[in-house]
């Protein structure tokens, strides 16, 4: 065990942890951040997504010791009140079914906008493709994503 100090949506924590814990675990169970969900374990689903230094990252891929100083943002630190620009385009086109791979979808989605602010539908596939949704509304995702670009 050792203590890190990670940054997390903007806050210093201390956290006595093994090195090679992965980030989703130190989120979840030693911060009560839930909002990043466990999928598949191996980086392949993107239900863990979350931001280090605003690149899209997955989190249980990740160790703590591996994150280094990097600044990790949540979908709990994404915006103060639930009111993103994604978080209201993902209403306004009703993508959740289960919503279980959202907040990973909406982080990618959300680092997509950062460095493409007017991505077309390629781009939006291509960016895309590593967040699986069990459901099938990826149609919706992608309408949110566009209305959200437009709404930047």
């Keep these: 065990m050792a203590e890190y100090t990670i940054n997390v949506n903007g806050q210093d924590h201390k956290v006595n942890v ?15 951040l839930v909002g990043t969900k466990y999928g598949c374990g191996v980086a392949q689903c993107g239900a863990c997504t979350v931001h280090a230094d605003g690149e899209a990252m997955r989190s249980c891929a990740m160790t703590i010791s ?13 915006s103060d009140n639930a009111d993103h620009v994604l978080q209201e385009a993902w209403k306004e ?19 997509l906008l950062e460095e493409n602010k007017n991505p077309s539908d390629q781009d939006i596939d291509d960016y895309m493709q590593g967040n699986i949704c069990r459901c ?15 709404n930047l």
Excluded: F
């Design 93 to 111: 086109h009703d993508v959740p079914q289960c919503g279980y791979c959202q907040a990973g979808q909406i982080m990618s989605a959300a680092a």
């Design 136 to 150: 099938g509304t990826y149609l919706r995702i992608k309408k949110a994503i566009k209305t959200a670009a437009k």
């Design 66 to 78: 591996q994150l280094g100083n990097k600044k990790v943002t949540t979908i709990e630190g994404l």
């Design 18 to 32: 093994d090195g090679d814990m992965p980030l989703l675990w130190v989120l979840r169970d030693h911060l009560g």
